[in-house]
């Protein structure tokens, strides 16, 4: 089989749109719970909102067009067909960076930030900071996905995408980056393939999550400690359930796209850094593009395997080794878990930059594209020839 990538744009049916319309028209709808809205997962009323708009307001076809704007490929690899974007960096010698999401995201996240970190002079940066960008759809995700097509646990989907950047694309080295996920991909090629990779930065360290890990923490490890049991008691059973019994909850959000649109809408209401209103974070059509995506592929079972691999396997870094390719950080105000750097610095013995950020939280890329842009740019200045 050939593994040359071919030319691809997305063109979803006008049969599947109108079905999508149709769905909304008779989503049902229950009474509110009573109390804050957002106190029980999502807003009844939000979710109103936002199906009105979707079935008569938004235009797929326009955001569409943003996504096939960019250069898009698919090739055979490790038994799927993987999809990506790959634009080109302009300047002196762009350095290519591999940008990966995670989970409930898609390349619907890297709009924005792709032309700052591709043409950086163009919004008031240096063109020597320029990067070539290759952002997959993670395999089982998005445009990466196919009915029948295996299950990809994350440390498949880092091989397969290692795999992308050198044996296809011909990048002996390269950088990455990611968040949620790609976090952990970015991670694990690290330790894996370290000769491949010029470094990697992260907005989100996946570290392990053992409350109990330290015999004798600091204090700033103590306060981490402390909100990371409460992370596990209260906001993992999205991850109980997506890593058990996957396919009971995927056939509900298959059939019911506002069933989809509250599973992942309150995600990112929950963490991004939208003081209540999402409005505050977010182009609501943006959202709903990523929400559109998930939808129209059928890719929410697929999506949800790496947590049933996670679950169900060893930490993508075994205990008490080590990440020794430089890293860089950007901890987002409200990130999901902001480990201390005392912490970070057991798995990764080569952090090279680690910077809070003033606003931002779990979906860095979408949120404040300008800021993450800024960040990637200045970690991977200090590690070009």
């Not at 744009?9 to 599947?16: E, G």
């Not at 103590?222 to 059973?237: N, P, S, W």
């Amino acid at each position: 089989m050939s593994t040359e990538p071919t030319p691809f744009s997305l063109n979803v049916p006008d049969a599947d749109i109108s079905d999508l319309k149709e769905r909304l028209a008779r989503a049902r709808f229950m009474e509110s719970t009573p109390g804050d809205a957002w106190a029980y997962g999502s807003s009844v009323e939000y979710m109103r909102e936002l199906t009105a708009h979707w079935r008569d307001g938004f235009d797929w076809r326009a955001q569409e067009a943003v996504l096939n704007s960019f250069r898009q490929f698919k090739v055979p690899l490790h038994d799927i067909d993987v999809h990506f974007l790959h634009v080109e960096g302009k300047g002196p010698d762009p350095m290519p960076l591999l940008l990966m999401h995670g989970w409930p995201g898609s390349v619907f996240e890297f709009m924005e930030i792709i032309p700052r970190l591709t043409d950086p002079e163009r919004f008031g940066g240096r063109a020597e900071d320029a990067f070539t960008v290759v952002a997959p759809s993670l395999p089982g995700f998005g445009l990466s996905f196919a009915p029948g097509q295996r299950r990809f646990s994350i440390e498949e989907i880092a091989d397969c995408l290692a795999d992308l950047m050198s044996d296809v694309l011909g990048y002996e080295r390269f950088a990455a980056q990611g968040g949620d996920w790609g976090s952990f991909a970015a991670t694990r090629m690290a330790y894996m393939r370290p000769e491949r990779l010029i470094g990697i930065h992260l907005n989100l360290l996946p570290l392990t999550r053992n409350p109990d890990a330290v015999a004798s923490p600091t204090e700033a490890e103590t306060v981490y400690y402390g909100e990371l049991r409460e992370f596990l008691r209260e906001e993992t059973g999205y991850q109980w359930i997506q890593g058990t019994r996957p396919d009971t909850l995927a056939l509900a959000l298959n059939d019911s796209p506002l069933g989809l649109a509250s599973w992942i809408v309150e995600k990112f209401w929950r963490w991004s850094d939208c003081e209540g209103d999402l409005a505050n974070a977010f182009d609501r059509d943006r959202i709903l593009a990523n929400i559109s995506l998930y939808w129209f592929t059928g890719a929410i079972a697929s999506s949800f395997w790496p947590y049933y691999a996670r679950m169900h396997g060893d930490w993508p870094i075994p205990v008490g080794e080590t990440v020794d390719v430089p890293t860089g950080y950007a901890e987002f105000k409200v990130e999901i878990l902001k480990p201390p750097r005392s912490l970070a610095q057991r798995m990764y013995s080569d952090i090279r930059r680690w910077t809070v950020m003033e606003r931002g939280g779990h979906f860095a890329a979408l949120e404040q594209p300008e800021a993450l842009s800024r960040e990637v740019a200045a970690f991977f200045r200090e590690l070009r020839d």
